[in-house]
């Protein structure tokens, strides 16, 4: 039997749309042995030159102008004629030449973007008939996710359906299977021997990302959990930001046998395993990795945008909470010490609530829809 192919199409704009990809195409292959998939970051395999240019001149934005991303953010209605023509002849013009070469039986998108391509090659081309299925990584529906070529939405909760609903995409076209997350983070051995792995103890313990970029860099919140340092166990990730790992490695203030100092790591899910309390930037994917492991979370000054609207759902649904002062780090560490059984009890009961959002449902509707193509 021949394998049908998957492609899945995403973008290098944060590192949550290609964990999504990669999510996917490992449940994928999970769940069937005649699946194969491929995984594209779109802009980096066909211009590998420019596109590391391009997302770093957007890290910047995004880490200098805040605000202006959020005002984008807000007033992008949509892709306007121009701007899908730029991205289709700058950065895509040899999309339809890998699809010829690839024949997938499904497309998939994480990003935007790339949805947004295979869009327009589906609108000009009639021949083109690849099934196109888009996965919106945030709790947020903005306008450039919507696209008439799209076959299917795969979208995280009711409230993204609802808010893809309201902007007239037909219910057919929608499906809620929560967000795709590794398999990994599902899954819950034993703290031991994790402990062991990264040398840590057994003992209330928070954790603090930064995202894939390592953004978590407000000194003021650093060292205010630092404060905590001789009865909480805290272990810093800071991602790809070896700069704030150098600097953080050489103050006194970190250097303490109560916190660890992380830098890229392929282990999130084991570190999520042992801790108690996640410190985090909102991004879709990291929240979705939290919720997978029950783990209450702390919002870091969320970007105007995404971060802000996953922050809300988050918040809203009594999952997470933004520090809005210094008093909320306070709060959460004296629970840590003199309430850790309720919350440990109220982490069990949270796992068996989102336990209806399975691993691999993303997945298996996919494979579903692959079924029905054949």
């Given at each position: 039997?021949?394998?049908k192919?998957?492609?899945?199409?995403?973008?290098?704009?944060?590192?949550?749309?290609?964990?999504?990809?990669?999510?996917l195409?490992?449940?994928?292959?999970?769940?069937?042995?005649?699946?194969?998939?491929?995984?594209?970051?779109?802009?980096?395999?066909?211009?590998?030159?420019?596109?590391?240019l391009?997302?770093?001149?957007?890290?910047?934005?995004v880490?200098?102008?805040?605000?202006?991303?959020?005002y984008?953010?807000?007033?992008?209605?949509?892709f306007?004629?121009?701007?899908?023509?730029?991205?289709?002849?700058?950065?895509?013009?040899?999309?339809?030449?890998?699809?010829?070469?690839?024949?997938?039986?499904?497309?998939?998108?994480t990003?935007?973007?790339?949805?947004?391509?295979v869009s327009?090659?589906?609108?000009?081309?009639p021949?083109?008939?690849?099934?196109?299925?888009?996965?919106?990584?945030?709790?947020d529906?903005?306008?450039?996710?919507?696209?008439?070529?799209?076959d299917?939405?795969?979208?995280?909760?009711?409230?993204?359906?609802?808010?893809?609903?309201?902007?007239?995409?037909?219910a057919a076209?929608?499906?809620?299977?929560?967000?795709?997350?590794?398999?990994?983070?599902?899954?819950?051995?034993?703290k031991?021997?994790?402990?062991?792995?990264?040398?840590?103890?057994?003992?209330?313990t928070?954790?603090?990302?930064?995202?894939?970029?390592?953004?978590?860099?407000?000194?003021?919140?650093n060292?205010?959990?630092?404060?905590?340092?001789?009865?909480?166990?805290i272990?810093?990730?800071?991602?790809?930001?070896?700069?704030?790992?150098?600097?953080?490695?050489?103050?006194?203030?970190?250097?303490?046998?109560?916190?660890?100092?992380?830098?890229?790591?392929?282990?999130i899910?084991?570190?999520m395993?042992?801790?108690?309390?996640?410190?985090?930037?909102?991004?879709?994917?990291?929240?979705?990795?939290?919720l997978?492991?029950?783990?209450?979370m702390?919002?870091?000054?969320?970007?105007?945008?995404?971060?802000?609207?996953?922050?809300?759902?988050?918040?809203?649904?009594?999952?997470?909470?933004?520090?809005a002062?210094?008093?909320?780090?306070d709060?959460?560490?004296?629970?840590?010490?003199?309430?850790?059984?309720?919350?440990?009890?109220?982490?069990?009961?949270?796992?068996?609530?989102?336990?209806?959002?399975?691993?691999l449902?993303?997945?298996?509707?996919?494979?579903?829809?692959?079924?029905?193509?054949?």
């Amino acid at each position: 039997m021949l394998k049908k192919r998957i492609l899945l199409l995403s973008e290098g704009f944060g590192a949550g749309h290609t964990q999504a990809a990669y999510a996917l195409s490992s449940s994928l292959r999970k769940l069937s042995p005649h699946i194969q998939t491929k995984v594209l970051e779109l802009g980096s395999f066909l211009n590998p030159k420019m596109a590391p240019l391009i997302v770093s001149a957007y890290r910047k934005t995004v880490t200098s102008q805040p605000r202006l991303m959020g005002y984008v953010y807000r007033h992008q209605k949509s892709f306007n004629r121009l701007t899908t023509l730029a991205l289709h002849r700058i950065f895509y013009t040899h999309t339809q030449n890998i699809v010829k070469q690839l024949k997938p039986d499904i497309i998939v998108c994480t990003h935007f973007i790339p949805s947004a391509v295979v869009s327009r090659l589906k609108r000009l081309d009639p021949a083109f008939k690849v099934p196109l299925i888009t996965v919106i990584t945030d709790y947020d529906a903005h306008a450039t996710w919507i696209s008439p070529e799209v076959d299917r939405y795969l979208v995280s909760a009711p409230e993204v359906k609802a808010k893809l609903r309201r902007r007239s995409v037909a219910a057919a076209r929608i499906q809620v299977t929560g967000m795709p997350v590794h398999p990994s983070f599902w899954e819950h051995p034993g703290k031991e021997g994790i402990l062991q792995h990264f040398s840590l103890q057994d003992m209330p313990t928070v954790m603090v990302m930064g995202g894939g970029w390592g953004m978590m860099n407000d000194e003021v919140v650093n060292e205010a959990l630092a404060g905590w340092r001789e009865k909480v166990q805290i272990v810093f990730c800071l991602g790809t930001n070896e700069k704030l790992l150098r600097q953080m490695q050489e103050d006194p203030r970190y250097s303490h046998p109560n916190i660890s100092l992380i830098g890229f790591t392929r282990e999130i899910d084991k570190l999520m395993e042992i801790s108690d309390l996640l410190v985090t930037k909102p991004g879709g994917m990291t929240c979705s990795e939290g919720l997978a492991k029950g783990i209450p979370m702390l919002f870091h000054h969320p970007l105007p945008g995404q971060e802000e609207e996953n922050c809300r759902y988050f918040t809203a649904a009594g999952l997470g909470e933004p520090i809005a002062s210094l008093d909320v780090i306070d709060k959460w560490m004296e629970r840590l010490l003199y309430s850790y059984d309720d919350v440990q009890a109220r982490r069990k009961s949270h796992l068996k609530e989102i336990a209806r959002f399975h691993p691999l449902q993303s997945a298996q509707s996919i494979i579903d829809m692959l079924e029905q193509s054949w």
